[in-house]
């Protein structure tokens, strides 16, 4: 395994506007990272320039503190795994995740346990020596999988929407399984998805990224937590956060007048500064018996499985709580609880406190 830095890295594709902006990023050796973001963003041409698909206009890519800028992608010593599978039909399930091991030159012992172990943790374990033709999609992407996790020695494991093709049932286990697989071998990972339930789950680190820039990167607790910008803050999050301006008196953070956030938190803050609060859908509750909340009316109410995201009007803003369905509520007039706390402090857009 190796660490990989992007040093100074930038790409357009001979267009004024660039794909991939010139960015420093580094990769931590054995960590997995997630390139989250929507359609467009620069997620593959990051992906790209680190396999050797793509040369960068700008920059270099370092593998293991080796310049590998220039060299191809075979000798790189990297193992890939794309959208949709790439199967040799012709040869059985066990030929196939056994190949890059040959490639290797790995003795027969030592690849049929590598093997039964990558196929076992795949599931594929029946199929072994069944030929690849006969497996509907999924399973041949399981193939894909297999192979990308079956080599311990190299120096990156790249994905680009790996998931996609496989069945929607099977995606949780399956999620599950790579990130068992990888725990294993610590393989340093770059996967590449716009499915933030995928990178939340999966990723040590997400780098959420935007026009072509890396917008904010951290833990997904760090991301979920304190979102850096607005675009994090709804990106990430199903609902996204709620933004609703702050009326600011006697120092308070106010909504609808009553007292949200401290004058503490607002240190260091121009007093004429417009604040926006930003509050996650979980944080908000209704209140009870006598607790002061802030005054809403229930707009209408969406079911989200075992939860209920509430559309909540207040004042003239709207905002979505989330509440578990077995939680009674009002009608029409409700109170909010809002935990403090976990309330988000914005000015121009960015996160201040
Ligand atoms: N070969 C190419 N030639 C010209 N422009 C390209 C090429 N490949 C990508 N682009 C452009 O570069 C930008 C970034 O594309 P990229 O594929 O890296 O985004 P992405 O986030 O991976 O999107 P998706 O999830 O749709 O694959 C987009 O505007 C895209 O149209």
Known sequence: MASIHLDQIGHSYGTAVYALEKTDMHFEDGKTYALLGPSGCGKTTMLNII????????????????????????????????????????????????????????????????????????????????????????????????????????????????????????????????????????????????????????????????????????????????????????????????????????????LDGVPLVGADRCRGIAPDAEIVLGIRPEHIAFAQGEELGVPASIVSAQDHGSLLVVDVAVGSDRLRMKVRRDVSFPAGQARLRVSSDQVRLYVDGVLVN
């Open 51 to 254: 396999s050797g698909l793509l040369t960068p206009s700008d920059g270099r890519v370092l593998l293991g503190g080796t310049d590998v800028t220039r060299t191809r992608t075979a000798e790189r010593n990297i193992a890939q795994v794309f959208q949709f599978p790439v199967v040799y039909q012709s040869k059985t399930v066990f030929e196939n995740l056994a190949f890059p091991l040959h490639c290797r030159g790995w003795d027969r012992s030592r690849i049929a346990t590598r093997v039964a172990e990558i196929a076992d943790l795949l599931g594929l374990t029946s199929r072994l020596s069944q030929s690849a033709r006969r497996l509907t999609a999924d399973e041949k992407q399981l193939i894909s999988l297999g192979r990308g996790l079956v080599r311990n020695d190299v120096a990156a494991l790249l994905m680009d929407e790996p998931l996609t093709v496989i069945d929607p049932h099977m995606k949780f286990d399956l999620r599950r399984r790579i990130k068992q697989a990888n725990d294993q071998t610590r393989h340093t990972v770059v996967y590449v998805t716009h499915d933030q339930n995928e990178a939340m789950t999966f990723a040590d680190e997400v780098l959420v990224m935007s026009a072509g820039r890396v917008v904010q990167r951290g833990t997904p607790q760090q991301l979920f937590e304190a979102p850096r910008n607005l675009y994090v803050g709804n990106f990430i999050g199903s609902p996204g956060m709620n933004f609703v301006r702050a009326e600011r008196l006697d120092g308070d953070l106010r």
